[in-house]
């Protein structure tokens, strides 16, 4: 089991705070100064240095040294059960490739953490695509770049080019990241099909239209599933590409049924819902022929700040049948020694 290197106080108090309470999850064994009220999620999003653990791969698989070369297929569930609603499998989705906020593997939402997520052996790998000035639609998850790269600005401010130039920020992490830009959706998807499969999520872009295109472009259609808590959104894109797999968003457990009805005749392939919710929202998915996903955020914070991954089996003793992570492969790690995977 990997053991990460503690948080520093301040930030492990706001980081739990956080997501905690934007996942839903509850811990009664943290101090009450943990348990501040912070606003958003968004105000945690850049993990301190020591709090970094070393590779569970090797990072030569999928740094800049293995360049053009994309690992071979890893996971032990098969493609169809990724894709089909009704497949039960435990099952994980990697936030932001191998790993957002508390990843620990490769700098998030970069060829390099796409290609370690399927390295690891994982099902499915989410995505942030948005578009620069000039239409093109890249992978990052904030609005400007100054996080994530060496630049400064707005993304909807910049041309291509321009965010094309910026390096990215890698900072104790185990590899060689130097050749990492800020990739294209399309290049993502590229890299990802026929290995593992692609998280859309159309939420940062109203561009249906340049989500569509880029799925076509790169082939993907077989390889995506449309991720959004917009029923608009979803009956633009299967009005612009019929084969395309929805991924809803239920915002409460009241809303379930509701957005499914709406959606009807199309089954969803996943149903993601609040972590808060699962329990209760579970059922009734099952019982419409889907499968529910949820974040496991808050129990990342307990394997970051605590080195204590016992809580991530959690999420599936509940209902949920696939979970985003931002550390993947502890949660892969704790399914196989729990007798639930390969």
């Known amino acids: 089991m990997l053991a990460p290197a503690p948080m520093p106080t301040s930030l492990r ?9 934007a996942t839903g999850c509850s811990d009664p064994a943290l101090p009450s100064s943990d348990a ?6 968004e105000a945690v999003d850049a993990p301190a240095a020591d ?3 070393s590779s569970p791969i090797d990072p030569a698989r999928f740094d800049c040294r293995a360049l053009g070369v ?3 297929r890893a996971s032990t569930v098969p493609v169809a059960c990724g894709l ?3 497949c039960r499998s435990p099952q994980i989705m990697g936030h932001r490739g191998a790993g957002g906020s508390f990843g620990f593997v490769a700098p998030e939402d970069t060829l390099a953490a796409y290609r370690a997520g399927i390295a690891l052996g994982i099902e499915f790998v989410e995505t942030d695509p948005r578009p620069t ?3 093109v639609l890249v992978n990052l998850h904030d609005t400007t770049v100054d996080r994530t790269t060496d630049g400064t600005g707005s993304v909807e401010a910049m041309t291509f080019a321009q965010v094309r130039a910026l390096h990215i920020r890698a900072e104790g992490l185990a590899g060689d990241f130097s050749c990492e830009r800020v990739p294209t959706l399309r290049e993502v998807l590229e890299t990802c099909r026929g290995r593992v499969i692609v998280v859309v999520d159309a939420n940062k872009t109203d561009r249906v239209d340049l989500l569509v295109q880029a799925i076509r472009e790169a082939d993907a259609v077989d390889w995506v599933v449309f991720s959004t808590s917009s029923i608009d959104k979803v009956r633009r894109a299967l009005a612009l590409e019929p084969r395309i797999r929805a991924h809803i968003r239920p915002d409460t457990v009241a809303a379930i049924a509701e957005q499914l009805d709406l959606l009807a005749p199309v089954v969803p392939a996943i149903v993601e819902l609040r972590r808060a919710d699962v329990r209760a929202g579970a059922p009734i998915v099952h019982a419409r022929g889907s499968r529910v996903a949820t974040d496991i955020f808050g129990e990342d914070a307990v394997a970051a700040i605590r080195g204590d991954t016992s809580l991530y089996l959690r999420a599936f003793d509940e209902g949920a049948d696939i979970v985003q992570s931002d ?7 704790v399914l196989r020694r729990a007798g639930r995977r390969p």
């Open 133 to 135: 000035m000039d239409g």
């Open 84 to 86: 089909d609603p009704a």
């Open 51 to 53: 709090a970094r653990a």
């Open 327 to 333: 550390r993947p492969s502890q949660v892969l790690d």
């Open 13 to 21: 108090r706001a980081v739990v705070a956080v997501l905690f309470a």
């Open 36 to 41: 501040a009220t912070i606003d958003a999620p």
């Open 70 to 72: 994309v690992p071979a």
